[in-house]
């Protein structure tokens, strides 16, 4: 006896049924966990960054508060755990329907070294801002005054090498007197006036010594070179003669950036020299250029009869001169103000000062100041802070791991995804 065939077509259609519902479920959970893999992958990204950034916030306030630099400690353990701790509550406050959980941290700060003195360069522009000194300077003609004076207006006019030896020699006593008594008396004035002049040349350099070769206005040369945030960055932060700070190691903090010094006292000496010897070279310059006081030095010149006229008029102007720049120095070290340029608003100590600033390189001028910076934040710390311990940004490796949507059968149950960032202040 035959079976129905209606049971039979239905049995079939069942089994069709139910492989095609569960062909079509695997695709829509395989849809879902494709939807919910780039959920995951997105929450993963804006939580690393939102950590990187809470990692950041753990600067060292000290260095913040009085420099406005961010750095924070380099110790990548330290790093690790902390973007780990601030990863898991993120995890934790997470109220999304896809669920991630950081599995391992890894840190490293080695490219954002603290002694990486670019890297700090980079800050002290955002910090400061990139001020038009240098085409300020240009403006009031600054700029065309130096290069005057570097370029050899005044030593093409006076050359004061050998001066004083040739002075000495005029002055001394000849082995042998001549027998033509006329002609010893001339010897005896000439070396009357010799001592005299050279009296005068010796005097007029007593206080601040003859400026030599390498002085600052030869340092000057090259202050076009850079940008000069640095050096504004510098006198704004930076103690100095005419503005003190109580809070530092150094009283003359921005005369240790131009000279490096290790003493007040030192830095001080040799702002002081270098003054004169701008003041000089200025000075020198102007004297050159005025015919009414150069006809005066060579009147003057012809109670020298018995010298060398080149020799006594190049000492009267060097005299001339060096009296003239150290009454101006001495008036600038007081507080007053000695133009460069007549009329210009340029003459203060602190002008000199940053003007001065612009010849040390600015690699130099960096790495005494990030000194400073150790030496004052460890008074204000009370405790070690030094530049190679920190760092100014780390690269972070995070892995995730997060349950699937897949059907047991499949064997997959977690997934995994790695987050690569980099976090810095810059």
């Given at each position: 006896m035959?079976?129905?065939?209606?049971?039979t077509?239905?049995?079939?259609s069942s089994?069709?049924?139910?492989?095609?519902?569960?062909?079509?479920m695997?695709?829509?959970?395989a849809?879902?966990?494709?939807?919910?893999?780039?959920?995951?992958g997105?929450i993963?990204?804006?939580?690393?960054l939102i950590?990187?950034?809470?990692?950041?916030?753990e600067?060292?306030?000290?260095?913040?508060?009085?420099y406005?630099?961010?750095?924070?400690r380099s110790d990548e353990?330290?790093?690790?755990?902390l973007?780990m701790?601030?990863?898991t509550?993120?995890q934790?406050?997470?109220t999304g329907l896809?669920?991630i959980?950081p599995?391992?941290?890894e840190?490293d700060?080695?490219?954002f070294s603290?002694?990486?003195i670019?890297?700090?360069e980079?800050?002290?522009v955002q910090?400061?801002?990139y001020?038009a000194?240098?085409?300020a300077?240009?403006?009031?003609g600054?700029?065309?005054?130096i290069?005057?004076?570097?370029?050899g207006?005044?030593?093409?006019n006076?050359?004061g090498?050998g001066?004083?030896?040739e002075?000495?020699?005029?002055a001394?006593k000849?082995e042998?007197?001549?027998?033509?008594?006329?002609?010893?008396?001339?010897?005896?004035?000439?070396r009357?006036?010799a001592?005299?002049l050279r009296?005068s040349y010796?005097?007029?350099?007593r206080t601040?010594?003859?400026?030599?070769?390498g002085?600052?206005?030869?340092?000057?040369?090259?202050?076009?070179?850079?940008?000069?945030?640095?050096v504004n960055?510098?006198?704004?932060?930076?103690s100095?003669r005419?503005?003190p700070m109580?809070?530092?190691?150094?009283?003359?903090?921005s005369e240790?950036?131009?000279?490096g010094?290790?003493?007040?006292?030192?830095?001080?000496k040799a702002?002081?020299t270098a003054?004169f010897?701008?003041?000089?070279?200025?000075d020198?310059a102007?004297?050159l250029?005025d015919?009414?006081?150069?006809?005066?030095?060579?009147a003057?010149a012809l109670?020298?009869?018995?010298?060398?006229?080149p020799?006594?008029v190049?000492v009267l102007?060097?005299v001339?001169?060096?009296r003239?720049?150290?009454q101006?120095?001495d008036?600038?070290?007081?507080?007053?103000s000695v133009?460069?340029?007549?009329?210009?608003k340029?003459g203060?100590y602190e002008?000199?000062?940053?003007?001065f600033?612009c010849?040390?390189?600015k690699?130099?001028l960096?790495?005494?100041?990030?000194?400073?910076?150790?030496?004052n934040?460890q008074i204000?710390d009370?405790?070690?802070?030094?530049?190679?311990e920190?760092?100014?940004?780390?690269?972070?490796r995070?892995e995730?791991?997060?349950?699937?949507?897949?059907p047991?059968?499949?064997?997959?149950?977690?997934?995994?995804?790695v987050?690569?960032?980099?976090?810095g202040?810059?």
């Open positions: 035959e079976r129905p065939k209606t049971k077509r239905g049995g079939f089994v069709y049924l139910v492989v095609i519902l569960s062909a079509f695997a695709l829509v959970l849809v879902i966990e494709a939807a919910a893999g780039f959920a995951a997105s993963a990204e804006n939580q690393c950590a990187g950034r809470s990692v950041l916030s600067y060292q306030p000290q260095l913040y508060d009085r406005g630099v961010l750095a924070m353990h330290r790093l690790s755990d973007t701790f601030y990863l509550q993120a934790i406050m997470s896809v669920k959980s599995v391992s941290v840190a700060s080695s490219a603290g002694e990486d670019s890297q700090l980079d800050q002290i910090i400061s801002g001020m000194v240098k085409s300077l240009d403006e009031t600054l700029s065309k005054l290069e005057d004076i570097i370029s207006k005044a030593a093409e006076y050359d090498e001066v004083e030896e002075l000495d020699e005029l001394k000849p042998k007197e001549p027998d033509d008594p006329e002609e010893a008396g001339s010897f005896i004035e000439r009357k006036q001592v005299e009296r010796r005097n007029a350099f601040y010594g003859r400026p030599k070769k002085n600052m206005v030869e340092r000057l040369a090259g202050y076009v070179k850079d940008d000069l945030f640095a960055y510098s006198m704004r932060v930076c100095n005419a503005a109580s809070d530092t190691v150094l009283r003359y903090e240790y950036l131009l000279f010094g290790r003493s007040d006292p030192v830095n001080e702002m002081k003054l010897a701008f003041r000089f070279a200025v020198l102007g004297i250029s015919s009414a006081e150069m006809a005066s030095i060579h003057a109670s020298f009869f018995l010298l060398p006229e020799l006594v190049a102007v060097a001339r001169a060096a003239l720049a150290s101006q120095t008036a600038i070290l007081a507080g007053e133009p460069i340029v007549s009329g210009l340029f203060k002008d000199y000062l940053a003007l600033l010849s040390v390189p690699s130099v960096l790495s005494r100041l990030m000194t400073l910076m150790e030496q934040v204000e009370k405790a070690d802070f030094s530049f190679a920190y760092c100014y940004g780390y690269e972070l995070a995730f791991s997060k349950r699937t949507h897949l047991d059968f499949l064997g997959i149950t977690r997934r995994k995804s987050i690569e960032q980099v976090h202040y810059v």
